[in-house]
């Protein structure tokens, strides 16, 4: 229960039965990411430079792209992009287009909160949207170290969508 409680409450991913915290930090990983933080702002910046590229040249109507408040995602230093979350209406088909063309991507919380065992006095209340949000969401690569030649063959298999 305790290690259950100390990864976010889920003992299978994304199936959260308890409310939990993150407290999954252990001291190896500590000692890793001291290292790493050296080449946090740098990686931060390699995001934002990848969410510029989908945002501006992913066009297809299929596709809805995240909103933001700038229009330059460059200067919009507050976020991070630690996930590019799309939606597709064909999300389950995109997904494996995707695959078929060596993109991997992944379906961050597909249950929605208010359905979670954790939640479960919640778990007869009708929210449409939100279970409609959690049919359509894939999210993309974003990680530092993509290529603009990588970056750029997402751009283009998603526009052949």
Request: hydrophobic share 35%; net charge positive; charged share 30%.
């Amino acid at each position: 229960t305790i290690r259950t409680i100390a990864n976010y409450g889920s003992n299978k991913k994304y199936k959260n039965i308890f409310l939990g915290r993150n407290s999954r930090l252990d001291e190896l990983q500590a000692a890793i990411l001291r290292v790493k933080l050296n080449k946090l702002d740098y990686e931060n910046h390699k995001r934002r430079e990848i969410a510029y590229l989908y945002l501006n040249e992913i066009k297809n109507p299929k596709i809805q792209l995240p909103k933001t408040s700038k229009k330059n995602v460059l200067e919009e230093l507050d976020h991070v992009w630690h996930l590019f979350v799309i939606r597709s209406k064909k999300r389950n088909e995109l997904q494996e287009y995707l695959k078929k063309h060596g993109i991997e991507t992944i379906i961050h919380y597909p249950i929605p909160p208010h359905k979670q065992k954790a939640f479960e006095i919640y778990n007869n209340i009708d929210l449409p949207i939100t279970e409609s949000i959690h049919q359509e969401v894939l999210s993309l690569p974003i990680y530092p170290y993509l290529t603009k030649l990588e970056v750029s063959k997402i751009i283009s298999v998603i526009n052949k969508f």
